[in-house]
């Protein structure tokens, strides 16, 4: 019985120290203990969900109810009649001259610049590339898609464009909008013109950067922006030294067809110390003395430029992209760009065609003064054309007529000039309307007609389709 009378005086004393630290606890810990002690007996005691009274319906009262369900469209309603649903059909190479729904035209559409799409050297050299390698490659580069063409082709490239690397993609949208997020990552800042390209607009969408817009072409409105973001820096250092700041422009802008100022970009990249990324789609093969594009054009040292990137798909009038640069910079985007890293690479009989493009380049470069001087003579021509008005420099192969005065909605000012380009597709001459995913775009250009010149065009075909677009405007939008 002693060790009975022993336990039963232990726990009297611990009675007794669990009341004296009740009394000696401080209040707002005595309260948050009352708090946790009432929400732990609601949860036991209260239900996890309340029960839904329902009703149950009858069969009929279940199809009555189906037959009235209508469910919403997974696409807004369209016309039968969209531009969209009704594409001209072409027949035969689209050189400068072009089958249009059966129809012989000449080509003022197409992007063929050099003429080197029915090039018998490029034609020949893809046909030798298809015999030997097929029609595909089945694999992305890293995964037994790299062929002996595609590293002669980027080694080319480098060597043409004076750089110490090049990378190439199998599809040119993809090339610049992989790029973009190659490098650029949430928390970083791009400067970027808003006369921007769609693949662009793509490339800082995927990026998830913070973007700022400046005023197309306007270094006062772009240096602003660098000023302000220069003073928020200062405010917050640690946060500005982990920030990646980007400058992104076109060399040749697509959308209006107005050269970027470079000279003046690279005192701003130096001056507040962003990184230039140069898309040069438009301008390669069109601007400087080889073709070398904007930078030469100006003068400019290549080194200067971050990253520059074109496609193929223009003066090459092959398929694909590239970008080139200093070493370091190109190859992140052998393990980060995902167009080149997910998607099949560049059939090597277009990565020969592109080859034997470039050796046509360096072997004639007269071949650019003769395409300038074609530019400059259309541009001359199209001059003054009443109720249009020409956007775009007098060297660049695409510009873009459009109207003078609005009638009032973009619906009706579309619709005028299809009707320009109706009238001189049917009378001998194939233009087009630059279009745009108007929902899509960040900032939309306005509805234009887009003439584009190629080397292969006559000056009496030149003036001949100026001429006819004169006609058709006076016809259609003075009547």
Same mark, same amino acid.
């Given at each position: 019985t002693g060790w009975r009378s022993k336990m039963a005086a232990g726990q009297q004393w611990v009675l007794v120290e669990m009341v004296q630290a009740f009394y000696e606890a401080p209040a707002y810990h005595l309260i948050l203990e009352g708090i946790l002690i009432l929400w732990i007996v609601r949860l036991l005691f209260s239900k996890t969900y309340k029960l839904q009274e329902r009703s149950d319906l009858t069969e009929k009262e279940k199809e009555e109810l189906i #037959? @009235?369900?209508?469910?919403?469209?997974l696409v807004p309603p369209m016309s039968k009649d969209h531009p969209a649903l009704n594409n001209n059909v072409v027949s035969g190479p689209p050189t400068h001259n072009i089958v249009v729904n059966g129809k012989k035209c000449i080509n003022l559409a197409s992007f063929n610049f050099l003429g080197l799409l029915d090039? #018998?050297? $490029?034609?020949?050299?893809?046909?030798?590339?298809?015999?030997?390698?097929?029609?595909?490659? %089945?694999?992305?580069?890293?995964?037994?898609?790299?062929? !002996?063409?595609?590293? #002669?082709? #980027? !080694?080319?490239?480098?060597?043409?464009?004076?750089?110490?690397?090049? +990378?190439?993609?199998?599809?040119?949208?993809?090339?610049?909008?992989?790029?973009?997020?190659?490098?650029?990552?949430?928390?970083?800042?791009?400067? $970027?013109?808003?006369a921007a390209c769609f693949a662009i607009q793509k490339g800082l969408q995927?990026?998830?950067?913070?973007?700022?817009?400046?005023?197309?072409?306007?270094?006062?409105?772009? @240096?602003?922006?660098?000023k302000e973001q220069d003073l928020e820096d200062q405010k917050n250092p640690r946060k500005a030294r982990v920030t990646r700041r980007f400058l992104l422009v076109e060399g040749l802008y697509m959308n209006t067809g107005c050269i970027c100022p470079l000279p003046e970009l690279v005192k701003l990249k130096y001056k507040y110390k962003v990184r230039i990324f140069l898309e040069e789609s438009l301008s390669f093969g069109v601007l400087g003395e080889h073709g070398r594009g904007v930078t030469e054009h100006f003068g400019v040292n290549i !080194? !200067?430029?971050?990253? +520059?990137?074109?496609?193929?798909?223009?003066?090459?009038?092959?398929?694909?992209?590239?970008? %080139?640069?200093?070493?370091? $910079?190109?190859?992140?985007?052998?393990?980060?760009?995902?167009?080149? %890293?997910?998607?099949?690479?560049?059939p090597p009989m277009l990565a020969s065609a592109a080859i034997e493009g470039l050796s046509i380049m360096e072997d004639d470069p007269d071949i650019f003064r003769l395409l300038s001087q074609k530019c400059h003579r259309?541009?001359?021509?199209?001059?003054?054309?009443?109720?249009?008005?020409? $956007?775009?420099?007098?060297?660049?192969?695409?510009?873009?007529?459009q109207l003078a005065k609005s009638r009032g909605s973009r619906e009706s000012d579309v619709k005028l000039l299809q009707e320009i380009v109706d009238y001189c597709l049917n009378r001998g001459i194939a233009l087009t309307q630059a279009h745009y995913l108007d929902k899509e775009e960040k900032y939309l250009p306005p509805p234009s007609v887009r003439v584009v010149v190629t080397v292969e065009l006559t000056e009496e075909e030149l003036d001949m389709a100026a001429a006819l677009i004169k006609e058709a405007s006076e016809c259609i939008l003075h009547q």
């Open positions: #037959e @009235e369900w209508q469910p919403e469209p090039n #018998e050297k $490029v034609k020949n050299a893809a046909l030798t590339s298809l015999k030997k390698y097929g029609v595909g490659t %089945c694999g992305p580069r890293g995964f037994y898609g790299t062929f !002996d063409v595609h590293l #002669e082709l #980027e !080694d080319r490239i480098a060597k043409f464009m004076r750089a110490e690397e090049a +990378i190439i993609y199998s599809y040119g949208f993809a090339t610049i909008a992989s790029a973009i997020p190659a490098y650029s990552k949430r928390g970083d800042l791009v400067f $970027v013109d808003e995927a990026s998830r950067s913070s973007i700022k817009y400046f005023k197309h072409n306007d270094m006062d409105d772009l @240096e602003r922006l660098l !080194d !200067d430029i971050d990253l +520059i990137s074109a496609n193929m798909e223009n003066s090459l009038a092959s398929i694909g992209g590239f970008c %080139c640069g200093r070493s370091f $910079v190109i190859d992140h985007q052998r393990l980060s760009g995902q167009g080149y %890293c997910f998607s099949a690479s560049l259309i541009y001359s021509a199209l001059q003054g054309i009443p109720g249009l008005k020409l $956007v775009g420099e007098s060297f660049s192969p695409a510009s873009h007529l």
